[in-house]
């Protein structure tokens, strides 16, 4: 079974940075894609960034082009997100997620950490 456990969340000043870690536990993370997610209060989940099994193909939503970062250490088993010149609306629970192949579509993946609360003040 594979687990995921996020940390590196935290508050931070709008134009601030938060570096996202994912530590995953089990034998199917270098063959896995892997994707970034993020909730607000009152909102659905939502998709931030994904990663191919080797790390050769992204795809970031048009909100954080330009300003976040997703990438991969096989050989650590852990994912990254950059967050570079953060805004209040990035304020959100992080999640980070496993699965066969990349997907914008929460509902495709088998493996979620429980998430990593963002905070950014104005």
């Known amino acids: 079974q594979e687990q995921l456990v996020e940390s590196g969340g935290g508050l931070v000043q709008a134009g601030g940075s938060l570096r996202l870690s994912c530590a995953a536990s089990g034998r199917i993370f270098s063959t896995y894609a892997m994707g970034w997610f993020r909730q607000a209060p009152g909102k659905e989940r939502e998709f931030v960034a994904a990663?191919?099994?080797?790390?050769?193909?992204?795809y970031k939503d048009d909100s954080v082009k330009g300003r976040f970062t997703i990438s991969r250490d096989n050989a650590k088993n852990t994912l990254y997100l950059q967050m570079d010149s953060l805004k209040p609306e990035d304020t959100a629970v992080y999640y980070c997620?496993?699965?066969?192949?990349?997907?914008?579509?929460?509902?495709?993946?088998?493996?979620w950490g429980q998430g990593t609360q963002v905070t950014v003040s104005s």
């Open positions: 997620a496993a699965n066969r192949v990349m997907s914008r579509a929460d509902v495709e993946y088998d493996y």
């Open positions: 990663i191919s099994w080797g790390g050769r193909t992204t």
